[in-house]
């Protein structure tokens, strides 16, 4: 059941709480043994807060939106009383006192947590696989990755062990184990859902999202955990609490870029073959589609040292304290940050500014942009990145995200939704972009194409 079904079943007593609980308990048990998606478990805890969800629907009283659905959260998220790792050995008995916005939202709206779902040490890369808890599997095929780095969080979605997750992202974190699982993931505007706490407020980069089987499943969660914060410095103030209502609208006519290689990155052939039918998908839609694209200038730089910068800023003292516990591609990124110059963080964000002033005026003529999530299908679960794509070296393991990152670094919204499958049965999303601050277009357009496309977000048969 998808979880708006779910939630619908629960609120008119076809289930309890504590039967929808123990059913994806169970299913966790079944198959995670192979998946390896949930690296923490808090099922009595689960189980004694759907006991409550039940006596308060006994009572009669106005239930929460998200009333007795269970979800798993990312392990880079605080949850007060439940261990969180980050997928770090330096944290591997870390206790939060707080729970992070995005999970304190989700437990006020009625969701009941099962646990905490995998990522590399913290959250770096688009292979999720840690020494504290070991790789995470496709549950399409167990020998491929689940992508990075809310990869256990989409495995676990996929799998069915929940009809709700939630994740991170800066360099497509949401996004890219969405595409790889067959799943959909929303990567919000900065600020959209509050990213607390942190040491790095102001930091616009990493948001917390939503993921889930469906648009519709999405956008329940979002509408539950979006909103303002007086206590976060970057909040937006628009409320969200309706958008579950506001996804059925007309979205013909509206002005669609297409983008399928945009700026000239490039993409496996079999990426392309199963993005390509969306456009006469579109057209029957009523979209008004072109080819167009904005211009990225400088997005790879911009978001590099920025990048740079953050790494060292919030792990440099543990580079110095303990090196040891800290993976290669962590150390690479604190130390390409502490040799960042004044000059070059000046450079980084002239260039930021000037490339989000180019894309908001693309916006002003364009309601959609699609472009690819990622440029290959999910690869082997052994290799950390892809060593090429379409020909073309990538040397380091951020090279492969470009789709994503050059969206993350204009700080716009964006999602990765189900395309389809290529010939060898590997899921495959398409990623779907939003001007400034768009987010509520994103998801009507989104659910829109969805339902001209037709569902394909199904459970895996692990």
Not at 45 to 56: I, S, V
Not at 232 to 247: H, V, W, Y
Request: glycine fraction near 10%; hydrophobic fraction near 45%.
């Amino acid at each position: 059941m998808s979880a708006v079904e779910l939630a619908a079943a629960l609120r008119a007593g076809e289930f309890s709480a504590r039967e929808v609980v123990g059913l994806h308990i169970a299913r966790i048990e079944a198959c995670n043994g192979a998946v390896n998606a949930v690296c923490t478990r808090s099922f009595d805890t689960a189980m004694e807060h759907a006991a409550r969800a039940d006596e308060l629907r006994a009572s009669g009283a106005t239930l929460p939106p998200l009333h007795g659905l269970p979800i798993l959260h990312k392990d880079l998220l605080d949850t007060a009383g439940v261990r969180t790792t980050y997928g770090s050995g330096a944290f591997a008995d870390h206790v939060p006192a707080e729970d992070a916005t995005i999970v304190h939202r989700a437990r006020r709206g009625g969701a009941i947590m099962l646990g905490k779902t995998n990522t590399p040490q913290f959250g770096t890369g688009g292979h999720t696989s840690n020494a504290l808890f070991g790789t995470t599997r496709n549950p399409w095929d167990l020998d491929r990755t689940v992508g990075g780095s809310s990869g256990g969080s989409a495995a676990a979605l996929a799998a069915g062990m929940s009809p709700l997750a939630t994740g991170t992202d800066m360099a497509g974190s949401l996004r890219i184990p969405a595409s790889f699982c067959n799943v959909v993931g929303v990567r919000p505007s900065p600020g959209r859902i509050p990213y607390l706490p942190t040491q790095m407020q102001w930091f616009p980069f990493i948001t917390a999202g939503p993921m889930a089987r469906s648009v519709r499943d999405a956008a329940l969660l979002l509408s539950a955990v979006a909103g303002p914060d007086p206590h976060a410095c970057i909040s937006l103030d628009e409320p969200f609490d309706d958008l579950l209502t506001s996804l059925d609208i007309d979205v013909s006519g509206w002005r669609v870029a297409w983008a399928p290689q945009i700026a000239g990155l490039p993409v496996d052939d079999e990426v392309l073959a199963v993005i390509h039918p969306l456009r006469q998908v579109l057209d029957d839609m009523g979209s008004a589609v072109r080819d167009a694209e904005p211009d990225l200038t400088g997005a790879e730089e911009a978001f590099r040292i920025w990048r740079a910068w953050y790494y060292a800023t919030q792990f440099g003292s543990l580079l110095r304290e303990r090196p040891e516990v800290l993976d290669a591609s962590t150390t690479s990124n604190i130390t390409d940050g502490l040799a960042l110059t004044g000059d070059e963080m000046g450079r980084a964000e002239h260039l930021r500014s000037a490339l989000f002033r180019r894309v908001a005026e693309f916006f002003d003529e364009v309601d959609i942009l699609v472009i690819p999530c990622t440029p290959v299908g999910a690869f082997s679960a052994k290799v950390w990145h892809p060593d090429s794509v379409a020909g073309r070296p990538m040397d380091t393991y951020l090279d492969w995200m470009r789709h994503l990152y050059f969206i993350s670094v204009a700080g716009l919204p964006s999602l990765s939704l189900p395309a389809g499958f290529t010939s060898t049965g590997s899921p495959i999303g398409v990623q779907l972009v939003a001007g400034p601050r768009q987010d509520r277009a994103l998801l009507q357009f989104a659910h829109g194409l969805e339902q001209a496309r037709g569902a394909l977000a199904r459970p895996a048969a692990t």
